[in-house]
Nanobody
Framework: VQLQASGGGLVQAGGSLRLSCAAS????????MAWYRQAPGKQRELVAY???????DYAGSVKGRFTISRDIASNTMTLQMNSLKPEDTAVHYC?????????WGQGTLVTVSS
């Protein structure tokens, strides 16, 4: 199983970015998937979560601004990030949990300038 994250970049505060996580080896709907992020000097934290049954949950700091979703046709998970803030600056990682296995994509850097 491989997860390939993309879509990071530099954006001004208030702007938007869309992160994508392309999966190979497993269909994105069979497991629980999530986006995590890690800012410099901080621990990795959960940003958004989507269960195999499509229930979603978000960190309080992003609720109402970010939306997690999956597309079976492209076998991709996405994170739509709106109203970005400088404190959203971090390396973002996609994650899949299927049965007893955990898979991580490489990080994609999101930088929000003030």
């Amino acid at each position: 199983v491989q997860l390939q994250a993309s879509g990071g970049g530099l954006v001004q505060a208030g702007g938007s970015l869309r992160l994508s996580c392309a999966a190979s080896g497993l269909i994105v709907t069979v497991g629980n998937m999530a986006w995590y992020r890690q800012a410099p000097g901080k621990q990795r934290e959960l940003v958004a979560y989507i269960a195999s049954g499509d229930d979603t949950d978000y960190a309080g700091s992003v609720k109402g601004r970010f939306t997690i979703s999956r597309d079976i046709a492209s076998n991709t998970m996405t994170l739509q990030m709106n109203s970005l803030k400088p404190e959203d600056t971090a390396v973002h990682y996609c994650h899949m949990h299927y049965r007893r296995d955990h898979y991580w994509g490489q990080g994609t850097l999101v930088t929000v300038s003030s």
